[in-house]
């Protein structure tokens, strides 16, 4: 059981941003719920993340799923800490401090440094990384022995202490009790006139106590972001695991540096994914489904079996068997029945479509209740909007609508209806009822020869 504390103040300048660096994304999600996320999987009973620059831009985007702290000015990472003094008197167990702009953590390493701490009797662990170029980082000065003596900041370091590989990642696992007390004796005194939250691994040292170093196996697990490159640098490490995640639970990802899958998207069994494919959001696609080349899916639910092209589904629902696209738009809130064919250039928005109707091409359906088993000719289009109000049209099962229809909202189609193609509907069609709305073919012989009898000479 742990508290786990995340330090989410600072500015990062070199984002080059109106927004503040922790509220950026990697995979849809932002960096500081990376951590957030981890910390819970890892176990933590208590997440408390301390945010200061533009904390009204962050606040919103954490506050139901963190604890918060706020660091009004931004005078070093043990002056953050001490922002959340309260939360951590009041822990239960140990506290883990992370990074907010370090999103790559993963909740297994976290238990793991956990485990290390609990079972070495550490009053604090640093969680240490071996890097071939160490510059930037504090340093982790070891002794004779092997064992923790402090960290020297970059700018702190002699040239010997330069020359040390081995990094503190800016985590750490402490004691509670031991990190209330080291950092009510921190200090400014240091080239940066910051309270480094770093020195409180000597000041236990001192106190006689046991610190020690967790040497973490993945250098890509403390990889912060400072600026944009890191960050797609970061997004390309992410998307590989969530890609290998998918592939491991047994979805076919054909070409998946090309796919871009969202970190809440769900993906099951036997389902293809195909190049260029963007699924993002809350979306959770079934078993078995074809998700073929360029396809858009964001917070759409789709079952079993359905297979989809090219197309873009937004804020929907699509059933079982369905086939869609290509070059379909499924717009928000439409729900799309089972074994439902939606075809090419076909655009249905906020309706719900039942079972095994076919709504085979060109065609727009908007604001409309269409019934099981309705037939759309090519070309149908739902006038839904009087340039005012919209309006919805209903469509009850078994109608067949003839190709270039126009249907005229508010409008009601009963069982069984058919519309005559080319028809422009405005009134309601009660059910097995023949419906024809167009002006009568009228053929007059010899017009050509009339009208055009100069053209031929
Ligand atoms: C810190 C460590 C360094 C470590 C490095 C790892 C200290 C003194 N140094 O250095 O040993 O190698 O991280 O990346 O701790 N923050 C606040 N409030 C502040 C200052 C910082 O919330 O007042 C936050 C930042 O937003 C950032 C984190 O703390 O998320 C680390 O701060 P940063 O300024 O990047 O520390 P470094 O100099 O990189
Ligand atoms: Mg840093």
Redesign the pocket.
Known sequence: MFTSV???????TRMKSEMP??IHKVCGKELVKWVIDASKKAGAEDVVA????KAEMVKPVIENDAKIAI?A????????VMQAVDFIKASKGCVVVL????PLIRPETIVEAVDYHAATGNSATVITAVLDDAT????IVRGDDGSVLK????KDASDEEKKINE?????YVFDAESLVSALSKLTPN?A?G??????TLEILRGEGKKIGGFAIKDNDE?R?I?NRIQQSEAEAIMQDRINKYHMTNGVTIINPSSVFIGAEVEIGQDTVIASNVTLTGRTKIGRNCSVEMGCRIENSVIADNVDILNSVILDSEVGEGTHVGPFAYIRPNCKVGSDVKVGDFVEIKNSVIDDRTKISHLTYIGDSDVGKNVNFGCGTVTCNYDGKDKFRTIIEDDSFIGCNTNLVSPVHLGQRSYIAAGSTITDDVTEDTLAIARARQVNKPEWDKNKYSSRKS
């Open positions: 995340i330090l989410a103040a600072g500015m990062g660096k922790v301390i945010i200061g620059h660091q000015e931004q005078l070093g990472t043990g002056h953050a990074n907010g702009d370090t930037g980082y504090g340093r960290i020297v900041e970059q990094i503190n990642s800016g985590m240091n940066q910051e309270y480094y939250l770093t020195d403390i912060g400072n």
